[in-house]
């Protein structure tokens, strides 16, 4: 992991098919994410694990094939950020003030499918609560839920403890 600051020009477009039920939202791509060009592409972060436990498919499927089995299961899966800078990929060095989030109030308008959203983690949370419409009316009738960090980070709990918790978004 480098210590030298890092700018996402553009994060990574919403994994989303035609009329997903329940939204992921993590804070931003790590680096390892950015190098691959893919969500959660660390090899020790346990999100596609858990995915693939969850939703009973092969964890070595290709990322596409992954990919495709969220949207199956009317996944869909996004970060708030789109663009800032950090130091490495903790999300604790997260510069605030180089923040650009992404535009959730259009998302949620034509995606009208969308009724729950879980939270990777408390800084996509927070980050995504800072937002002048995440109390409006449409953004009130979600079901809103954080998740343990799938993070490697975060190693405070266990891949089961984490496996548990995440059973939430079935």
């Known amino acids: 992991m480098s210590d030298q600051p890092f700018q996402i020009e553009q994060g990574f477009p919403p994994l989303l ?3 997903p039920h329940t939204l992921i939202l993590g804070s931003m791509p790590s680096v390892t994410s950015l190098e691959h060009q893919q969500y959660y592409a660390h090899p020790r972060n346990s999100f596609w694990p858990i995915m693939a ?15 495709a089995a969220l949207i199956h299961h009317r996944i869909a899966v996004w970060d708030v950020v789109s663009s800032g800078y950090r130091k490495g990929s903790l999300d604790q060095n997260i510069d605030p003030n180089t923040l650009t989030l992404n535009d959730f109030n259009t998302l949620f308008h034509t995606t009208s499918s969308i009724t729950r959203l879980f939270f990777n983690g408390a800084k996509a949370e927070t980050l995504f609560k800072q937002l002048p419409y995440a109390l409006t009316p449409r953004f009130q009738t979600l079901t809103m839920q954080r998740l343990p960090s799938t993070s490697p980070a975060h190693a405070a709990m266990t891949f089961e403890q984490k496996l548990i918790a ?3 978004i079935l």
């Open 17 to 19: 098919g035609p009329t």
């Open 53 to 67: 436990k969850l939703f009973h498919f092969d964890i070595a499927l290709s990322y596409q094939q992954r990919c």
């Open 166 to 168: 995440w059973r939430a």
